[in-house]
């Protein structure tokens, strides 16, 4: 894909979603961190149902430090693998009250430190709550990068790199979320929806159904 053909693709989507954010709900950098931890293998309304209920008790390292692996496990309960999300929740606000003055870190170092966080969770919560042009693959961006051809690779650290060289500056901050979005509801996994694609005309992918 040239870059003709992917700025075109960007603009689009800005186009159609000037200021794209996560659909996860938060109101600090510290309240995503923990939807994100919680959003691992989960959907982004399941963790919003418990986020709801939780941040309205507990929405500071303290506050849920306070709280136990046995006060935060009824929070999440519903969440897949709230065990041993809640311990890691738990782990990483101590982190944060010993070592960062109860604030989440601004560095990639410092937040993969952090338990139950990877490279693809930091990434998130650079780009969301700091502004950081970071790009964050997940399964939906990983398979619009290389199903459209934006920025195809065989690993999403690959796609990763790929994205951040390919996407033009102007769209980096926000590509994350509007990948993301057009994963999730136009270019789904089993059939992606090809007649109602609004970048349908710039994709690469060979087996578009346009019938």
């Not at 989507?13 to 510290?30: A, K």
């Not at 590509?175 to 109602?196: Q, S």
């Amino acid at each position: 894909m040239n870059r003709t053909k992917r700025t075109a693709i960007f603009k689009t989507l800005r186009d159609g979603n000037p200021n794209p954010t996560t659909e996860l709900n938060y109101e600090s950098p510290f309240e995503l961190l923990i939807a994100v931890i919680l959003s691992a293998q989960a959907t982004d309304i399941s963790v919003n149902k418990a986020t709801d209920k939780l941040f309205p008790v507990a929405n500071t390292p303290q506050a849920i430090f306070s709280l136990g692996v046995e006060g935060l496990t009824p929070f999440i309960k519903t969440i897949g693998l709230f065990n041993s999300k809640a311990e890691n929740v738990i782990k990483t606000c101590r982190i944060l009250i010993d070592e960062h003055d109860s604030e989440v870190p601004r560095t990639r170092e410092a937040l993969e430190k952090l338990p139950g966080v990877g490279r693809k969770t930091a990434n998130v919560v650079l780009n969301t709550a700091f502004g950081e042009p970071t790009i964050a693959v997940d399964t939906h961006i990983f398979r619009v990068s290389n199903r459209t051809g934006v920025a195809p690779g065989k690993t999403p650290l690959e796609v990763e790199k790929r994205l951040l060289r390919l996407v033009p500056d102007e769209f980096k901050k926000d590509a994350h979320h509007w990948l993301i979005l057009h994963g999730r509801y136009v270019c789904k996994a089993r059939k992606p929806l090809c007649k109602e694609c609004p970048i349908v005309e710039w994709c690469e992918y060979r087996k578009k159904e346009l019938g």
